[in-house]
């Protein structure tokens, strides 16, 4: 008896830390500030080569980034899926080509939501895409 008793101990605790382990694995990849997100697209923009990128959280709830010419920075919050950006501030270099950073900055002024695959994040207000990145650790 007190040999199965060890063994249904010993099966229950393996399967508690199995989950333990696949949940802190999905939930770590999921996870806005584990990465840089590079901007592949804003809005029917594509952002190319321009090296546009955002983080978050380099302290809690603040966000920092480049637009392609300019460096910007602000705050944020996120409940959930539920995503607000908020005082953002630029570096105002004159820059020959403004068309993907307006197109940046146009989407995370009005974006509400977001969602994680594998390693792109989407920003969307309502069900509209509004810019795609890809994550790069």
């Not at 952002?47 to 603040?62: C, D, K, L, Q």
Request: include cysteine.
């Amino acid at each position: 008896m007190k040999i199965s008793s060890a063994i249904a101990t010993i099966i229950l605790g393996l399967f508690i830390f199995s989950a333990c382990a696949s949940r802190k694995a999905a939930s770590g990849s999921q996870s806005l500030t584990s990465q840089k997100w590079t901007l592949l697209s804003a809005g029917d923009v594509d952002a190319g080569s321009s090296g546009a990128f955002i983080e978050f959280g380099a302290a809690p709830g603040e966000v920092r980034g480049k637009a392609g010419c300019n460096g910007f920075g602000g705050n944020y919050t996120s409940e959930g899926n539920n995503l607000k950006l908020g005082g953002l501030m630029a570096t105002k270099m004159a820059c020959p080509a403004l068309d993907v950073e307006n197109a940046f900055f146009r989407a995370l002024e009005v974006t509400e939501r977001y969602e994680i695959r594998k390693d792109s994040l989407f920003l969307y207000q309502g069900d509209k895409l509004l810019a795609t990145l890809k994550g790069n650790q």
